[in-house]
C-alpha cells in the first residue's frame, strides 16, 4: 500500500488526495483495491474500533480530495449540506475555448447502461462555470466550480461543448500527453472548513514546456 496522502485530519473527518486510477469505493470488478480500504486500514491501526464513512466519491481516473467521516453522525452532517460545500476542480481541455470564462448549463440523463448524456426532457440540471487559467496551442487548463453534483457533471459538459477532458476516451478525447485523465479536484471548502491541493505536477508541466 502506498502512503496515504493526508491533507487534513481531526476527530471527525479525514481528507485524503487520491491518486489518478484509483476507485473511491469498490465495485464488483474490484473490491480491494479502493481509497475507502487504504483509508479504513490506516485508522484501524490508530484503533481497531476506529471506522470510516463514505462522504462523497471521485471518479476512478479523477484525483484530487475525498472526504471521509469517522462516524455515521457526520457524514449525514456533510451529505445533508452536501449542495453548500464548494468544490473546485483543475481540467485540461482540448482546444483552445472561445471565451476565456463561462457557464455550462445542461439536462443530464443517466441511461441504464450508466452512460450520462443531455436530454432535455428526462434530464437534471447540471450547472457548470469555467475560467481558464492558462492556455497554448494545443490545450487549455480551466479552473471549474459545479454548482451541482450530477455524476460525469464536468466530463459530459465540456465534451458537449466540444473541448473533452484530455484523455477522456468515453467523452471523446483523442489526445492524452499526460497519460492519464486531466481532472483534478483541488478544493473543498465548507463554512470555516477550507482544503486545498496543489496543481498537480503532470498538469504544470504540459504548459511549461
Do not use: C
Not at 469505493?25 to 474500533?49: D, M
Not at 466519491?57 to 484530487?64: A, E
Not at 492519464?180 to 514546456?209: I, M, V
Amino acid at each position: 500500500m502506498k502512503k496515504l496522502k493526508i491533507v487534513y485530519e481531526d476527530k471527525k473527518i479525514i481528507v485524503v488526495n487520491k491518486e489518478a486510477g484509483l476507485l473511491t469505493i469498490g465495485t464488483s470488478k474490484e473490491r480491494n483495491r479502493t481509497l475507502y480500504n487504504e483509508v479504513k486500514e490506516y485508522v484501524k491501526k490508530q484503533s481497531p474500533k476506529n471506522k470510516i464513512f463514505i462522504v462523497h466519491r471521485l471518479d476512478k481516473d479523477t484525483s484530487g480530495l475525498v472526504l471521509f467521516a469517522k462516524s455515521e453522525e457526520e457524514k449525514y452532517k456533510w451529505q445533508n449540506n452536501w449542495q453548500d460545500v464548494k468544490r473546485e476542480y483543475y481540467a485540461i481541455v482540448e482546444g483552445k475555448l472561445p471565451s476565456n470564462q463561462g457557464t455550462i448549463k445542461l439536462k443530464l440523463y443517466e441511461t441504464k447502461s450508466l452512460d450520462v448524456v443531455v436530454n432535455e426532457k428526462l434530464g437534471k440540471e447540471a450547472v457548470t462555470n469555467y475560467e481558464v487559467i492558462n492556455s497554448n496551442k494545443s490545450y487549455s487548463l480551466l479552473k471549474i466550480n459545479i454548482l451541482t453534483g450530477r455524476r460525469n457533471q464536468i466530463r459530459a459538459s465540456l465534451d458537449y461543448i466540444g473541448h473533452p477532458v484530455i484523455g477522456d476516451k468515453k467523452y471523446n478525447s483523442k489526445k492524452n500527453p499526460i497519460k492519464r485523465l486531466g481532472l483534478h479536484a483541488y478544493l473543498l471548502e465548507y463554512g470555516d472548513k477550507r482544503f486545498e491541493t496543489d496543481l498537480p505536477k503532470e498538469f504544470d508541466r504540459l504548459f511549461s514546456r
